[in-house]
């Protein structure tokens, strides 16, 4: 599922579960993530960047980018962004190594 808002792109034509204006605020950027949680069932950690998009210009998210992260947050395997440069095998083995972490909440 891909976020667009309704006062951003137009996706009028699309069948989107929930519409929602751009936020403006780190705190409307998790209420929105709370509602799309609570629409979609969603019951696992969500990451939530700030509204600078610090994370995605860290991480050069765009188009598309595949990373692995512990669960204090660090780093453990970054791909090249997508969705030519992904190695799915890499990924899969990366995760298949991990040890199963229940978070807590």
Excluded at 67 to 75: F, H
Aim: glycine residues 6%; without cysteine; aromatic residues 6%.
């Amino acid at each position: 599922m891909e976020a667009h808002p309704t006062d951003g792109w137009d996706v009028s034509g699309d069948s989107q579960p929930f519409m929602l204006k751009q936020p403006v605020s780190n705190a409307e950027k998790l209420a929105a993530a709370k509602v799309f949680a609570a629409k979609t069932g969603l019951n696992s950690p969500i990451a939530i960047d700030s509204i600078e998009n610090k994370a995605a210009r860290l991480y050069a998210g765009m188009p598309d980018r595949l990373l692995i992260l512990d669960p204090n947050g660090i780093v453990e395997l970054l791909q090249k962004p997508g969705p030519f440069d992904y190695l799915p095998a890499d990924l899969r083995e990366h995760l298949q190594r991990l040890p199963v972490v229940t978070p807590s909440r």
